[in-house]
């Protein structure tokens, strides 16, 4: 079964300093990775995936990732943090040995930023 | 592009109400996928289509929860009777696809539901 591990609830960091946001996974073969920001009342918007290819994966609002397959690790980075960062972040994997297109989410990294 | 559009925001029942929730997907998505979001959870799986066909709904609770996808576009989940338990964010999702780059998942905004 695939799993996922957010360790942190919470994260704090003044503003313009870079953040980290932890997530490691769990799956029987090769992993999609994919990290989520849920704002107030809001849905999931998509940040960034990581397939195959490169470990360091850009994606929106100047939000990385690095895959660490040895780690089984798949941290969110962002090097100047913004107040407008603030919001829930949610890792997800899929395990790509299924067939079905399952998405298992972690409980969710909420990220507050101080100015 | 319009994004995934769900109905309605927030809806207030009495117990043992009937409820139904819509979404419209991202224009050419095939695939279409119900979540449910507890408070301080990420979301669950409940169903999803591929097209018009129900092809994971391991996780719906059938005997009282319904989906439906006629035209392989919009869908609608049922809960009849609710219980206090079902409480929670509805979401909606869609995807291009199942595999590769196509399997990027862009939800709606949810329906809050409250079951008094």
């Known amino acids: 079964a695939q799993s996922v591990a957010q360790p942190e609830d919470q994260v704090n960091v003044a503003e313009g300093n870079p953040l980290t946001v932890k997530c490691t996974y769990s799956?029987?073969?090769?992993?999609?990775l994919f990290w989520y920001v849920q704002y107030p009342n809001r849905g999931l918007q998509f940040l960034l995936k990581y397939i195959t290819g490169d470990n360091l994966v850009k994606g929106s609002y100047g939000f990385e990732a690095e895959f660490n397959k040895s780690q089984t690790s798949f941290h969110l980075k962002k090097p100047s943090a913004l107040v407008s960062d603030s919001a829930l972040y949610f890792c997800?994997?899929?395990?790509?040995?299924?067939?079905?297109?399952?998405?298992?989410f972690g409980t969710g990294t909420r990220l507050q930023v101080t100015l | 592009e319009a994004g995934v559009v769900q109905s309605p925001r927030y809806k207030i029942i009495e117990k043992k109400q009937p409820v139904a929730f819509w979404c419209n997907p991202i224009?050419?998505?095939?695939?279409l996928y119900w979540y449910l979001q507890n408070l301080g959870q990420g979301p669950e799986l409940l169903i999803r289509?591929?097209?018009?066909?129900?092809?994971?709904d391991s996780q719906l609770p059938k005997d009282r929860f319904s989906a439906e996808r006629l035209k392989g576009v919009d869908s609608t989940l049922k809960i009849q009777p609710a219980e206090l338990g079902d409480s929670a964010v509805y979401l909606c999702?869609?995807?291009?696809?199942?595999?590769?780059?196509?399997?990027?998942?862009?939800f709606g905004p949810g329906t809050r539901l409250l079951v008094l």
């Open positions: 997800a994997v899929r395990d790509l040995t299924g067939t079905a297109s399952k998405l298992t």
């Open positions: 799956v029987s073969g090769n992993p999609y």
């Open positions: 999702a869609s995807s291009l696809g199942v595999s590769g780059r196509e399997e990027t998942q862009y």
């Open positions: 224009s050419g998505h095939n695939t």
């Open positions: 289509y591929e097209n018009e066909e129900a092809v994971d």
